[in-house]
């Protein structure tokens, strides 16, 4: 991501990612409830992710207040990606 964001940057370009974990949307509506449990049981944040949880980071990447970042990864798992 960062060499993206470097290859195009300039004052109004910026390269960043959202990265969600699973959400909560009908493309995960055949996985049963105890699937869908399972996963939030791993997360930090005990609970199926929302679209509303995604949509806060893009709102802020593609806002003004992001002006400055680029070259970013926005990870929005409820905490499922760790690194021990």
Known sequence: MRGFA???ANDADT??????GLTNT????????EQKRGTGEQQAIKR?????DVSGAVL?????????ITGQ?????????RIC
């Open 48 to 52: 199926m992710g929302q679209p509303e």
């Open 6 to 8: 470097n290859g195009i």
């Open 73 to 81: 990864v926005i990870v929005v798992d409820g905490g499922q990606y």
């Open 26 to 33: 009908l493309t995960i509506a055949p996985q049963s409830e």
């Open 60 to 68: 802020l990447l593609t806002s003004g207040d992001a002006a400055f």
């Open 15 to 20: 390269a960043n990612s959202v990265l969600p």
